[in-house]
DNA sequence: CCTGTAATTGACCGATTGTTCCAGAAAGGC
DNA sequence: GCCTTTCTGGAACAATCGGTCAATTACAGG
């Protein structure tokens, strides 16, 4: 029935997280994302609703499909070297991105989350998955005997999880691998 | 000579700086900036220049003047209850501010700094000032045998600059005393 | 007083903003 | 084939954008 789309969704959702990643939420006009997402206006629109919700949608698809965080290195081996690696890719990652774009949902809630309930939500759920990932591995940890119990192992998670949030904003003042090495370090050497 | 300015320099930029610290860079209009500053279009090119101009010296206030972080704090007492009183006031005025605001400096570096080298550059500046604050204290602790020789002065400053910018995007998430507080906790307990 | 200089006021500029309208094109079901 | 439904492309919308212009106003120095 109707006629088809020319165009697959998702790519489009795809080169839309690229577009506010970049720019902004307010730094995007609909002008640039109809150029670069390569539809029609109305297409836009139409499949998409207006530029709010097509960034809320980019948004829920960056955290889904696009974040490329590989917490995978967690549970592949003990905890220390697993959080070394998982740190180590991450401050990777960062100082080769070539203007210091840090994680998008850290764009998104400094530029949005104050103003927009719907981009404080999904940071915060950003926030509590992070942490829900840190609290599991820690836990396992704790059981196999690998750490101590001078450290709550939620307040740890948390303590990561900020860690990281931190290395966010560090890496756009010194995209410098051995300078953030030097912080995750320091920030590591908690677990002894 | 010639007539005199109607306003107080000073007392215009601090409006500015609520204004673009409140809506960000792209999302504050000149006409927005015209009403809050409560001088005319004209004057406020004449005296500021364009919009850019205006959000450098505003930002350049900020951190000279408005900037109200307690530093103080560091060095009228030994270093832990110092930094931890730091690290108290800093926390407890975050969850202060009604809808989750963070620093200045933070929120214009997630903005701008990626495309605008001169806001960059004071987001740097910022930060090795930060840093700078730390490690003289850390030093003057070092000497005093506050602190043991486990972990380079620099990289312990670098790692609780590290950790404060965190708390800036974790308290956008949760704004939350008791949960800070805890982050806190964690983090000032690697100087034993 | 008058003159020179600078600040104010408000209208105004073209460009861009997010969004909608509408005519036409392309498919599926009959 | 036709009809219905959906998608597309471009023109168009009022509103707002950052920035400028010219006329007017107000002071300082003579």
New binding site residues.
């Given amino acids: ?7 697959e969704r998702d790519a489009v959702l795809d080169r839309a997280i690229e577009v506010f990643w970049d720019r902004g939420y ?1 730094g ?7 150029e670069a997402l390569g ?9 998409f609703g ?3 919700s097509l960034y809320l949608l980019a948004l829920d698809r960056y955290r889904s499909e696009r974040n490329t965080t590989p917490w995978h290195l967690l549970d592949e081996q003990p905890l220390r070297p697993g959080l070394r690696a998982l740190f180590t890719a991450i401050v990777d990652w960062m100082a080769d991105e070539p203007d210091g774009r840090s994680c998008m949902m850290v764009c998104a809630a400094a530029e949005r989350a104050p103003h927009d309930r719907e981009v404080e939500r999904r940071f915060c759920a950003n926030t509590e998955q992070m942490e829900r990932r840190f609290t599991a591995r820690l836990e396992r940890a704790r059981a196999d005997g690998e750490i101590g119990g001078q450290h709550d192992v939620t307040a740890l998670a948390r303590y990561l999880t900020n860690a990281l949030y931190g290395l966010n904003l560090t890496a756009k003042a010194r995209r410098d691998r051995a300078y953030l090495h030097q912080i995750v370090d320091v920030t590591l050497s908690i677990l002894g």
Avoid: H, N, W
């Fill in positions: 029935m109707g006629r088809p789309k020319e165009f307010d995007t006009s609909m002008a640039d994302l109809v539809i029609g206006r109305q297409s836009l629109y139409d499949t207006d530029k709010r």
